[in-house]
């Protein structure tokens, strides 16, 4: 099956700095969603963005789907942002349900 | 308008034990996703409702899990003879008929002693 892989792994930044999380997936893709699940464990969406560029506020993402990755971009970092970042996509195909990376987990520092 | 709610949002049980986990999908949302999410294997898939079709059940880790979804809203997931790696964060979702985007509700976090 498909894989998905995020990274880094782990982020620690200082309040103010940008960083750039990335998320690759091994297959075809009819959806990709960006989730940040805070620290009471609800998963907030970000972007669907399963092609493309989209910008809300300090966040931002890019999918290159011919290429099997999509970007996630925070600027000007504070620490309500401090949690874990997950990437999910949908495979090509007749299903609908989401396959999971591991998560960058964010730690942003006052 | 009102997202995707859980119940109970924490449940204790002891092993052996049945439990019951409800979830009320955002109105109009015609699909309907179990997930449960997991120290040691992430979050995965576990069953995916759309209208009146049969179920994708191809995620259930085992015969004691089922679910049911009742006049195409409210769902339970239903966990029979409870073990101790049952212990996770059951985590529903919903979304439109046609569209991919799955919103979450917060999770029903079982623990079974």
């Known amino acids: 099956g498909i894989q998905v892989e995020q990274s880094p792994p782990d982020l620690i930044l200082q309040e103010g700095a940008n960083s750039t999380l990335r998320c690759n997936f091994s297959?075809?893709?009819?959806?990709l969603q960006w989730f940040h699940q805070n620290p009471w464990g609800q998963l907030i969406n970000l972007f669907y963005?399963?092609?493309?560029?989209k910008q809300n506020g300090r966040l931002s993402a890019t999918t290159v789907a011919t290429e099997r990755y999509s970007l996630l971009y925070i600027s000007s970092s504070q620490t309500t942002d401090s949690g874990v970042y997950f990437c999910?996509?949908?495979?090509?195909?007749?299903?609908?349900?989401?396959?999971w990376g591991l998560g960058t987990s964010l730690a942003v520092n006052p | 308008g009102a997202g995707v709610s859980q119940s109970p949002s924490n449940k204790v049980t002891e092993k052996g034990k049945d439990v019951e986990l409800r979830c009320d999908p955002i109105?109009?949302?015609?699909?309907l996703y179990w997930y449960r999410q997991s120290l040691g294997q992430g979050l995965e898939f576990l069953i995916y409702?759309?209208?009146?079709?049969?179920?994708?059940k191809s995620g259930l880790p085992s015969d004691r899990f089922s679910a049911e979804r009742t006049g195409g809203s409210v769902s339970t997931l239903t966990i029979q003879r409870t073990q101790q790696e049952d212990s996770a964060v059951y985590l529903c979702?919903?979304?439109?008929?046609?569209?991919?985007?799955?919103?979450f509700g917060p999770g029903t976090r079982l623990t079974v002693t």
């Open positions: 979702a919903s979304s439109r008929q046609g569209f991919y985007e799955q919103y």
């Open positions: 109105s109009g949302h015609t699909a």
């Open positions: 409702f759309q209208g009146n079709s049969a179920p994708d």
């Open positions: 297959d075809s893709v009819n959806n």
């Open positions: 963005i399963p092609s493309g560029t």
């Open positions: 999910a996509v949908v495979p090509a195909g007749n299903n609908r349900k989401l396959i």
